[in-house]
Structures are given as C-alpha cells and as structure tokens.
C-alpha cells in the first residue's frame, strides 16, 4: 500500500549539482523517518540524510554542507539536494521511510527502487 519513488538521478559532472526527489504515496498515518540511503558497487549501504518526525535533519558526515535533505509536506515529497559533487558520491541512491500506515500499529521500513547517481570526475 505504500510506495516510494525516486527521480533525479543522472549522470552529472564534479562539482555540479543534482536534486533527488522521492514521492510517498498510500494511506501513511505516521512519518517517523524520510531519508535518503546510498550503495556503491561492492560497498555497504549508508545513511545519506534522513528527516525525524518531520523536524529533526541528520547528515553523514561524508555529505554534511554539500546536500540538504527537505520535505514538502503538501506533496508527501522527501528531497535530497546535492551539490558539489564528487565522484565519491557515485551510487544508487534509495528513497526511505520509517512509518505506519492507517491502521497499522507498527512502525515500518519502506525502500524506494533506487535511483542511479554517477558523478564523473
């Protein structure tokens, strides 16, 4: 019922910028989590940026003061604007949500699909 889906992926030169968007759509009756993941090739998946309970925003150190993570409300739309980019930042990038839907009573994790970022240096 619920379904997350990334856009804003591309190929992008260093140095340049790229924003990420993330649609939530379904009956959700509580965001606990948005965010953004990532996963280079042969890496682990990491903690990009998230929003807490609409409010609270948290960096990996590795993107701190290059991307802004941000909500529209209106939209249930998570974006993550990146700048400064580096070939570092090359990875699929993966819409997340931490929440219960309309009825629900548990909290749970939603993945988008991923969307491709690939930064040439």
């Known amino acids: 019922q619920v379904q997350l889906v990334e856009s804003g992926g591309g190929l992008v030169q260093a140095g340049g910028s790229l924003r990420l968007s993330c649609a939530a759509s379904?009956?959700?009756?509580?965001?606990?989590?948005m965010g953004w993941y990532r996963q280079a090739p042969g890496k682990q998946r990491e903690l990009v940026a998230t929003?807490?309970?609409?409010?609270?925003?948290n960096y990996a150190d590795s993107v701190n003061g290059r991307f802004t993570i941000s909500r529209d409300n209106v939209k249930n739309t998570v974006y993550l604007q990146m700048t400064r980019l580096e070939a570092e930042d090359t990875a699929v990038y993966y819409c997340?949500?931490?929440?219960?839907?309309?009825?629900?009573?548990?909290?749970?994790?939603?993945w988008g699909q991923g969307t491709q970022v690939t930064v040439s240096s």
């Open positions: 997340y949500l931490r929440g219960r839907v309309v009825g629900g009573s548990v909290l749970v994790d939603y």
């Open positions: 929003i807490v309970a609409l409010r609270r925003t």
């Open positions: 379904g009956r959700i009756a509580e965001f606990n989590v």
